[in-house]
């Protein structure tokens, strides 16, 4: 089926590159985000082939040129419309440039989204590794592998791809094809959900993610503490629903004050109220860890006797804590350097099926940054805002619960309790 230009009458576009796009592009409205990305820049279309699938499992397809008045304005027009998949038929091979300054990427280098990503290279297009937003794309001397690698971790003469040519991403399918929480609600944040409804379908994800043999990570911050929700994330640690663990100084040390003291920040987590001399509790904390060495010899010498770290160390599950300026002490495993911390947290990532961010914004949103888009995230937080921002900076995979920390984590142990999602 050949259409007819879209274009302006008044302004001629000699300036044309032919570019295709396939998969579920009409119910995702992928196609016309395109069009709409086209037009809003000032360029005009001429779709030469539309095949559209007969069934909602059949793919569709369109060939089209890409109008502009300007080569530059045509150029800014394909690097809007490349995330969306559409892709210059003429098929060429990648353009690397050999990086002449460790630390950095050439010139006009090539920034990698979330999304699936391929290169061509002699000929083939093949996958490329540890997929991560916003870094760049280095290609092996042969052109047989390539990977993301983050801009401080080039190294002086990696091939790094430059430009779009030779690259097509593979964006997410449809919001109308979703089945289940993680496809149907990934959209605007709302506090009115059904509160059940969303906890059945993360326990229910966390459990297929187990089934598959991938790994969970939780990102927790330290009002999972305050509100009283250690215990419940101790036992999900204890039932194998978290194998890694992204936090900060702030929830390790509450999370041990509790197991010392009863208290966080002071507050007895019984009754509610101040302790006396509990404002010292949390830097007596981090003191008694500190003298004895780390938090995993207290716990061997019998001295940490509970809480998520305890049960972390108990069960061999990785725990990577991330400092701030803000931080006291530390405590010994806390990382105070922020390129170690994410290189540390990196490490982590493949084998990646679910992440379950609570009450944490900075935290997840850096988690955020190091996902790939089909590692599907929880992000449960009392402040809507919290997870607007991790979805506005690219983490569209993201599924938006606004609760308070406890009973979100109770609510979620009970149902992982109730075997009624097929594990």
């Known amino acids: 089926m050949e259409h007819g230009q879209v274009n302006s009458p008044t302004e001629p576009k000699p300036f044309v590159e032919q570019v295709e796009m396939q998969g579920h592009i009409v119910d995702s409205l992928l196609l016309p985000k395109v069009l709409d990305a086209i037009l809003s820049r000032g360029g005009g279309y001429h779709i030469h082939e539309f095949v559209l699938g007969e069934k909602q499992d059949d793919p569709s397809r369109v ?80 052109g047989s592998s390539a990977r993301c690698v983050p801009m401080t971790d080039v190294v002086a003469g990696d091939r790094i791809v430059v ?124 003191n008694t860890i500190r003298r004895t060495g780390s938090i995993a010899e207290a716990v061997q010498s019998g001295l940490l006797k509970s809480g998520i770290l305890y049960e972390c160390v108990k069960k061999s599950i990785p725990y990577i804590l991330c400092g701030s300026i803000r931080d006291d002490g530390p405590l010994p495993e806390v990382i105070t350097d922020a390129l170690v911390a994410q290189t540390a947290m990196r490490s982590h990532v493949p084998g990646t099926g679910f992440c379950l961010m609570v009450a944490t914004t900075l935290h997840s949103i850096a988690v955020g940054n190091l996902l790939p888009a089909w590692v599907k995230v929880a992000c449960i937080d009392i402040n809507p805002a919290t997870v607007t921002k991790l979805m506005d900076r690219g983490s569209t995979q993201t599924v938006g619960i606004v609760s308070d920390a406890e009973p979100f984590l109770r609510m979620l142990v009970a149902e992982l309790s109730r075997g009624s999602c097929g594990f």
């Not at 989204?113 to 001397?141: K, P």
């Open 163 to 286: 430009g779009r040519r030779g690259t097509r991403v593979f964006p997410p399918e449809s919001e109308a094809r979703r089945g289940n929480l993680f496809e149907f609600m990934a959209s605007p944040v709302s506090s009115e959900r059904p509160k059940a409804v969303s906890v059945r379908e993360v326990a229910a994800a966390m459990k297929r993610c187990r089934a598959s043999g991938e790994k969970i990570i939780a990102v927790l911050g330290p009002a999972v503490v305050h509100t009283g929700g250690s215990e419940h994330v101790a036992e999900l640690v204890r039932r194998g629903f978290i194998q890694v663990l992204f936090a900060g100084n702030a929830l390790a040390t509450h999370d041990i004050e509790q197991a010392f003291y009863g208290t966080s920040l002071g507050v007895s987590l019984d009754h509610g109220l101040p302790t006396e001399e509990g404002h010292e509790h949390h830097l007596r904390t981090i």
């Open 63 to 142: 060939r089209m040129d890409v109008q502009a008045a300007t080569g530059a304005k045509l150029e800014a027009i394909l690097a809007e419309i490349h995330p969306h998949g559409a892709i210059p038929t003429d098929a060429q091979d990648c353009v690397t440039i050999a990086a002449d300054i460790a630390g950095t990427f050439p010139d006009s280098f090539y920034c990698s989204t979330n999304f699936r990503t391929q290169v061509r290279s002699h000929g083939d297009w093949i996958e490329v590794e540890d997929q991560e937003m916003d870094c760049g794309i280095a290609v092996d001397a042969d």
